[in-house]
């Protein structure tokens, strides 16, 4: 698959990929950017050119991941980037899927018994994602910014090495949620409603597989790499 490049127009990467536009917009750029060049809206915006191309083609591209690249740019940006895809998933993508469960299984004639365990899947995954999220933005984030700034760090910063171990476990809830919906639910639904709630999950399934790369190949190096350097 073609890489993005900062000569591509901006409406191009939509267009042969619109479910790139949340990533899009997670940098404050909105559609309206008419034939633009990705040089020439992060010229405007002030973005890193680099760094947007970086994250967009790998988000475009499963088999893409610039690893030496990334560690490469500064991890102010790195959580800059995480802390917007986390407002991303409290404000839309939480809120929308719950919606979309709801509006199956009050379409459906499934038995009590189904509808629970349904329910009891997506609550114990988030309420697990959101104290992850939680974690992160609590008690790792400001500390890495603290370190970038040179600041003393009286304890020890977390060890985002269970990063890795916490998005395995999500991950693991996340496809028993799939696994209960296309294996085991009766077939007495909506279509069009069981259809769109499933794309809306693998679509957010999509997202946070990349999102955890982000934090497990990247952001934890850097920790790493400041400690070795302070010491």
Do not use: W
Not at 187 to 212: M, V
Request: net charge negative.
């Amino acid at each position: 698959m073609d890489l993005f490049r900062s000569n591509h127009k901006l409406f191009d990467l939509v267009d042969a990929n619109p479910n790139l536009l949340p990533v899009i917009n997670r940098f404050g750029i909105r559609p309206g950017f008419k034939d633009k060049t990705v040089a020439e809206v992060c010229t405007e915006k002030n973005i890193n050119k680099d760094f947007f191309l970086a994250l967009v083609n790998t988000y475009n591209n499963p088999d893409y991941f610039p690893e030496e690249e990334l560690l490469g740019f500064s991890p102010v940006l790195i959580v800059d980037y995480l802390k917007r895809t986390h407002a991303y998933y409290l404000e839309y993508c939480l809120p929308r899927l719950e919606s979309l469960l709801e509006r199956l299984i009050s379409g459906g004639r499934n038995s009590d018994r189904e509808l629970t365990m349904i329910r009891s899947f997506y609550e114990k995954y988030k309420h697990e994602f959101l104290l992850h999220m939680k974690d992160e933005e609590e008690n790792v984030f400001p500390v890495v910014l603290k370190m970038v700034k040179g600041d003393r760090i009286d304890n020890h910063p977390p060890a985002s090495l269970s990063f890795e171990k916490d998005h395995i476990n999500m991950e693991d809830k996340l496809n028993d949620l799939k696994n209960l919906l296309i294996k085991y639910l009766a077939p007495d639904y909506n279509d069009n409603d069981f259809n769109e709630f499933l794309a809306s999950l693998f679509q957010f399934e999509k997202d946070i597989t990349d999102h955890s790369r982000i934090e497990d190949h990247i952001l934890v190096p850097q920790i790493a790499g400041i400690q070795r350097g302070r010491k």
